[in-house]
T-cell receptor, first 116, second 113 residues
Framework: DTGVSQNPRHKITKRGQNVTFRCDPI?????LYWYRQTLGQGPEFLTY????????KSRLLSDRFSAERPKGSFSTLEIQRTEQGDSAMYLC??????????????FGPGTRLLVL | DQQVKQNSPSLSVQEGRISILNCDYT??????FLWYKKYPAEGPTFLIS?????DKNEDGRFTVFLNKSAKHLSLHIVPSQPGDSAVYFC????????????FGQGTILTVHP
């Protein structure tokens, strides 16, 4: 399977704990994106990388959130001191990154986070 | 500020008929539009896209129409099949927001056999 993969698929944690999610993009894709989706809403943009450079961050990405893409391949999204409001589906997407903004993003299956 | 809106939360159609899903946007800087389909517990799957230089794009049973003056786009599915039952999201991006997709709230499509 050469699509975007995300691990874990599900995560249950207690409030105050730290969690880390991993995303592996499609192999030749240079751009990698993180989104968050809550029930009844569309995905909301969090941040994106061009290779290893983090080029844009949403104001939704509070200080407790950090994303990295150290070698321009896989990415991690860490949430520190989780809160119940962090419960959501966290989606990763990737695109070629060789053209302009009109690129199609391909999504992974998501990581469902539940904070108790 | 909801820049992309899908005002119909749900749509129900008979198998074989046309499904029309609508989407409105407010940001005039958007110049690329996409439709995604999403099944429960899965990520969104890309369906079809359209650039603002076009007013129509077709791919098999799926056609997207763009009316820039009305800031409106629609997705037509003909003929509809039960396997098309899913949540459909429209999304938009612009040259001032490289890579950032803004999504609508989604429309639940149910196709009855």
């Amino acid at each position: 399977d050469t699509g975007v993969s995300q691990n874990p698929r599900h995560k249950i944690t207690k409030r105050g704990q730290n969690v880390t999610f991993r995303c592996d993009p499609i192999s030749e894709h240079n751009r990698l994106y993180w989104y968050r989706q809550t029930l009844g809403q569309g995905p909301e943009f969090l941040t994106y990388f061009q290779n290893e450079a983090q080029l844009e961050k949403s104001r939704l990405l509070s200080d407790r959130f950090s994303a990295e893409r150290p070698k321009g391949s896989f990415s991690t999204l860490e949430i520190q001191r989780t809160e119940q409001g962090d419960s959501a589906m966290y989606l990763c997407a990737s695109s070629l990154g060789t053209g302009g903004p009109q690129e199609t993003q391909y999504f992974g299956p998501g990581t469902r986070l539940l904070v108790l | 500020d909801q820049q992309v809106k899908q005002n119909s939360p749900s749509l129900s159609v008979q198998e074989g008929r046309i499904s029309i899903l609508n989407c409105d946007y407010t940001n005039s800087m958007f110049d690329y539009f996409l439709w995604y389909k999403k099944y429960p517990a899965e990520g969104p799957t890309f369906l079809i896209s359209i650039s603002s230089i076009k007013d129509k794009n077709e791919d098999g049973r799926f056609t997207v129409f763009l009316n820039k003056s009305a800031k409106h786009l629609s997705l037509h599915i003909v003929p509809s099949q039960p396997g098309d039952s899913a949540v459909y999201f429209c999304a938009a991006s612009g040259h001032t927001s490289y890579g950032k997709l803004t999504f609508g709230q989604g429309t639940i499509l149910t196709v009855h056999p």
